[in-house]
């Protein structure tokens, strides 16, 4: 089939189409970080514990992941507008119906609208960015879209502790309701179609089924012990589903002539350890996020607007890493960043496991500040870098891969750091006690995966050489 006559230029419709889409994502993340403040609220006011509290976290990110490889197959068959209106308003009903929710479950039903509508959102800003940019620019403009998952993590904390301290958590997601209706409208007159629409193209239904089977026996799997036990029947059943479901995907989209998910992308060995290093570093922040504020607040009796501000600033210098990481990489390539990332990911984690009973809270703040420079820099230069060894037919399929990973990443990293937390708690006669004992236990699973960060952006490096 012949290019589609599209002209890339960096133009104001092109940053105007990425801001739309990006500001979608910007809230949903931005709901979640600001609810991380909220939990001790929550198990406060409605009488559960915090393993089950964070299924606010783990109902947005299990739909939207679970959604993400589908939207390969939407972009074909609707137009990239259509595709933005129609999630646009899911994703506002999700949030009014959190808004107004009677009780604990319609925030999370809520919270599973919205994630599915994020699903097809968050690929579709960078298809936007691959399709629409021109090249001596794709590595900015891969920064600039990642804005939305840096700076969002930034403002959520700030943005949860000022809600619960003057208004309550229901606002939350009260405020963002006039911000999504004007998102809808910057959408609908700035996105552009770039690519042939193929309305011949077929569904792999049974992948989808098979995929969406391994990722919920996964998440379930983890959450469910902390409530029925490991040697439970449902446990045993679920754990045992993942592997199962998994082998069945993967044999299927070998076999398909049109798969969910191109699994040749995993043949380039440069992708396939830039996915790799988006793993870890998607593991490490959401967690650090989660942990830390409820840590500050059970432990160390800090109030939520306090408690966010350590995170604050650290979000903010990482969302400005990443803009930087990626004109770097435009002028210098992935070596400096990648190197750079890996140095700063050690250098803030390591004192924070070793430190943390005594450790003030600027100093935890700084902590932060220097990971999140690292967690920028291995970002960026990772997934631009990842995305540019692929053939062009795959850059779609290297695209939902990377998402799916960066939120899958995110959401075991906090179904198991709210499970160690919460065990600790049940034991310890003090609830401050616990919460530091398994957040010690959490940090120090953190700095291995750290330094199977580094192993990754290393090889990275010697695949480049080679």
Not at 347 to 373: D, K, N, Q, T
């Amino acid at each position: 089939m012949n290019e589609y006559p599209f002209e890339r230029k960096l133009d104001a419709k092109l940053i105007l189409s990425i801001l739309a889409t990006g500001i979608m994502t910007f809230g949903g993340i931005l709901e979640e970080t600001a609810m991380n403040i909220a939990f001790p609220t929550l198990m406060e006011e409605f009488s559960i514990t915090l393993a089950f509290a964070q299924w606010i976290t783990s109902g947005y990110l299990l739909p939207l992941i679970i959604m993400m490889p589908a939207s390969a197959y939407l972009k074909k068959v609707f137009k990239m507008k259509t595709l933005f209106i129609s999630t646009c308003i899911a994703f506002l009903g999700g949030t009014i119906l959190c808004f107004a929710a009677p009780a604990f479950i319609w925030v999370i039903i809520g919270r599973v609208i919205q994630g599915a509508a994020a699903g097809v959102a968050v690929p579709l800003t960078f298809n936007i960015v691959l399709e629409q940019s021109p090249p001596e620019h794709l590595g900015f403009l891969v920064g600039f879209a990642t804005m939305a998952n840096a700076l969002a993590p930034a403002f959520g904390p700030v943005y949860g502790g000022l809600v619960l301290q003057y208004f309550n958590w229901r606002m939350v997601f009260g405020f963002l309701i006039p911000v999504l209706a004007a998102v809808l409208i910057l959408g609908a007159v700035s996105i552009r179609q770039s690519s042939y629409l193929d309305r011949q193209a077929v569904f792999d239904t049974p992948g989808f089924g098979f995929y969406a089977a391994a990722l919920s026996c996964l998440i379930f799997g983890l959450n469910l012990p902390n409530s029925y036990g490991w040697n439970s029947p449902a446990v045993i059943c679920l754990l045992i589903g993942i592997p199962v479901f998994l082998f069945l995907f993967i044999r299927r989209e070998n076999k398909a002539s049109t798969p969910l998910l191109d699994l040749k992308i995993f043949k380039y060995p440069i992708f396939t350890f830039g996915i790799a290093t988006m793993y870890c570093c998607c593991t490490v922040c959401p967690t650090l996020s989660f942990m830390l504020p409820n840590y500050l607040q059970m432990s160390k009796g800090m109030n939520p607007l306090n408690a966010a501000m350590v995170l604050s600033s650290g979000c903010i210098v990482g969302a400005v890493a990443t803009m930087l990481a990626g004109h770097l990489y435009d002028k210098k390539g992935p070596r400096p960043g990648i190197i750079l990332g890996g140095i700063c990911a050690i250098a803030g984690i390591l004192p924070m496991r070793f430190a943390l009973p005594s450790m003030r809270a600027a100093v935890l703040a700084v902590l932060f500040m220097v990971y999140m420079i690292g967690h920028g820099c291995c970002v960026n230069n990772g997934m631009t870098y990842g995305l540019k060894a692929l053939a062009p037919e795959l850059e779609t399929a290297g695209n939902a891969a990377f998402n799916i990973t960066s939120n899958l990443a995110g959401t075991i990293g906090i179904v198991i750091a709210s499970g160690i937390v919460s065990s600790f708690q049940v034991g310890a006669a003090d609830i401050g006690e616990g919460t530091l004992a398994g957040a010690e236990v959490v940090l120090t699973l953190l700095i291995a995966v750290v330094i199977a960060l580094n192993i990754f952006g290393f090889e990275i490096l010697r695949q480049k050489k080679r």
